[in-house]
């Protein structure tokens, strides 16, 4: 039978990104198109015992519904970390844990988008938040980034043009797809600019703590003038993503309705889950931990830039990130990247495009590589693969 | 500030369920408002063990992203079980694992409701669910209900008066609130009307399994001639609601853009709770665990039973569920339910008020009482407390 979805089901003929991790997803390729963590480094054997300790001494509980908002220890220990590590100025009511930054981005953005209100966001920016922005019909406006992310001048002149603007979403640090990081004057512009036009700030911060290099830069968050900023961030990328574990900082008005839609959306965020991240975040070193995690994706991607630098053709262009997990690739001369793809495939080599990243005018010859999942043979042999594939295009 | 909230937002005015579950909330009263599972019944030993084999045997697998459809694994022994206890027929690819039955509603909702798109729903039906409904801007046109769940005559009646509706909601086995269920022919009689008004039926079944008295009926799901139904089920009242799991077995084209709106949602359902879930279903036997939710929730029922029969004023009246976790009681002489619960709270007793169970008129002095979740003695004494206060109001 044939089914009448709604306007707000996407045209799966456009599932670009479906069939790029299908096709990457070939045991024969190398593939830098993921954005997984490094699994050897999640800390099993002490989330085994924090899960032993949670069963033994509050296992009816944690097996049980919980509020909406989330479990109280695990939000006051959200609370501390906002305030000592990201000088966040929050109580315990401006948290709520979410069932990752993906239900963040959805939640937020189903409160506040009207279909044709306009969202603005980076240009290139994460591909499943422009999915979650045209699932509710917003009219998304892109917004030029320079090596130092959003162009914040260019963000006054895009909210000149348009007043109404009820969302701006940015990734300050370590971008994603671009790996870019807006230093501390841009963040305070956009804080104010949030305040001076009335238009509510999505800072998403899945990768923030994955500083390998420079220094930490307070969030737009720290600047928020007078709660035009709602901060998300999560456990994904410091301790686990199969634990579909997130929250958000916020004005507590907004927080308090932000707990109605969520309990639409699954009445709460695995309950089990909560308790087991409250209990290891108790009896071990977060920060440690999350140096150790550091320390491997700074000598992956490190060798990754050296192998760009050293292989690919003279012309082509990459960015230097400070964390996060990926690097932006541009390749000149006008080339299409779905033809760079397949011809990469070709070759046993696989990236995401350009392409589903940007919401609008599409920069030619552009694409995302992973490092975080990649140990140094993969990296080694697949940037080569990689550079006989540009070279060809290149030389066509 | 003041948010400038979507269309979508509730007016939290009207949070009378927020404002009821308060007062229940209160130490001093018995409250058979909530509708939480027995958790003295958790098999929390046998999940513990669970939990320890799969950080022992899948830690790194069970902490990383996975595939939005859910655990390969969970997803057949919840395909099995369908086959053998629903006698549904389907494969693998029928059935996504959902974060709980209230986000499989959510996603079913956005992907079908356009706004003003008429949703069928009984009267009464799940609060939740209607909130969901009109977060989508559905038109919800309520269809009567008698001992034996919604009238299908009705409901032939309405689809002819709204030919164009989009979705019909119903709880066939032990309803929330009504505890009633649809016996066989009336399900037949729904698959066969969606099929031919061309509209889909959304089955919500969490408490089919929990049957404690009569013989089972086979879901509408198993009528379906074409595709029409969407199964929906949950671990919430078999398993432990703290791990937010749930499913839904519906035709493959569903499934297919069901699981590109799931990725939006909120990319997948906790991963570690999918692999505690399915170790614990392969090495436990599921249906002696259920046997012991049985027995125990028939004699909390039973005995509630007893107690209102023996206590309450001649004329009220009450549903005879033969499962789930709720009863429904109607008071005589055109009550206001409200004054009743203000009444009650005053004698230190609490239920949850028929109102917002109503998707349009409300049928004065309705209400739900839980009993999954209550010792015999507050059984005893809650009922008599409350036996007094309608006695009252019934005298007023």
Redesign the interface.
């Known amino acids: 039978?044939?089914?009448?979805?709604?306007?707000?089901?996407?045209n799966?003929n456009n599932?670009v990104v479906g069939e790029i991790l299908k096709v990457a997803g070939d045991p024969d390729i190398i593939s830098f198109a993921g954005g997984?963590?490094a699994?050897?480094l999640?800390p099993?054997?002490q989330?085994?015992k924090a899960?032993?300790e949670v069963?033994?001494h509050d296992?009816?509980?944690?097996?049980?519904?919980?509020a909406s908002i989330g479990n109280p220890k695990l939000r006051s220990l959200v609370k501390n970390r906002m305030q000592t590590h990201k000088h966040i100025s929050c109580d315990v009511n401006n948290v709520c844990i979410t069932?990752?930054s993906?239900?963040s981005i959805?939640l937020i953005a189903?409160?506040?988008?009207?279909p044709g209100?306009v969202v603005l966001v980076e240009k290139p920016t994460y591909l499943?938040a422009l999915?979650?922005f045209r699932?509710?019909g917003a009219k998304i406006i892109g917004v030029d980034m320079d090596d130092d992310g959003m162009k914040v001048d260019t963000l006054a002149d895009t909210l000149e043009k348009y007043p109404e603007a009820?969302l701006i979403y940015t990734i300050p640090n370590f971008q994603n797809p671009t790996g870019r990081t807006m230093p501390a004057n841009r963040r305070e512009k956009v804080a104010n600019l949030a305040s001076q036009y009335?238009v509510?700030v999505m800072e998403d911060d899945p990768y923030g703590e994955i500083r390998y290099s420079g220094k930490a830069i307070n969030p737009i968050k720290h600047f928020d003038p007078?709660?035009?900023v709602i901060y998300m961030s999560t456990f994904?990328k410091i301790?686990?993503?199969?634990?579909?574990l997130g929250w958000i900082v916020a004005?507590k008005?907004?927080v308090?309705?932000f707990v109605?839609?969520k309990?639409?959306?699954?009445?709460?965020?695995?309950?089990?889950?909560q308790y087991?991240i409250a209990r290891f975040m108790e009896e071990n070193d977060l920060d440690a931990h999350i140096q150790k995690i550091r320390d491997v994706y700074y000598s992956r991607a490190s060798m990754m830039i050296k192998e760009i630098d050293e292989q690919f053709p003279k012309g082509v262009k990459h960015s230097n990130p400070e964390g996060g997990m990926f690097i932006w690739v541009e390749v000149p001369g006008n080339i299409n990247t779905m033809d760079l793809f397949n011809t990469c495939v070709e070759h046993n080599v696989a990236f995401v495009p350009g392409e589903p990243f940007y919401p609008d005018d599409v920069i030619p010859g552009t694409f995302r590589v992973n490092f975080s999942n990649m140990n140094d043979n993969q990296i080694h042999e697949g940037i080569r693969r990689m550079a006989v594939a540009i070279d060809e295009m290149m030389n066509k």
Not at 1 to 10: H, N, T
Not at 110 to 114: A, D, H, L, S, T
Not at 263 to 273: I, K, P, V
């Open positions: 039978m044939d089914f009448q979805f709604s306007k707000r089901v996407p799966l599932d997984l963590p699994p050897e999640f099993v054997k989330m085994q899960a032993n069963f033994e296992g009816q509980d944690a097996l049980q519904y919980t069932t990752g993906e239900q959805d189903k409160m506040m988008v009207n209100d499943c999915d979650v699932s509710y009820k009335d509510i007078d709660g035009h994904s301790l686990a993503p199969g634990m579909r004005d008005k907004f308090d309705m109605v839609m309990q639409s959306a699954d009445l709460h965020s695995d309950n089990l889950s087991i």
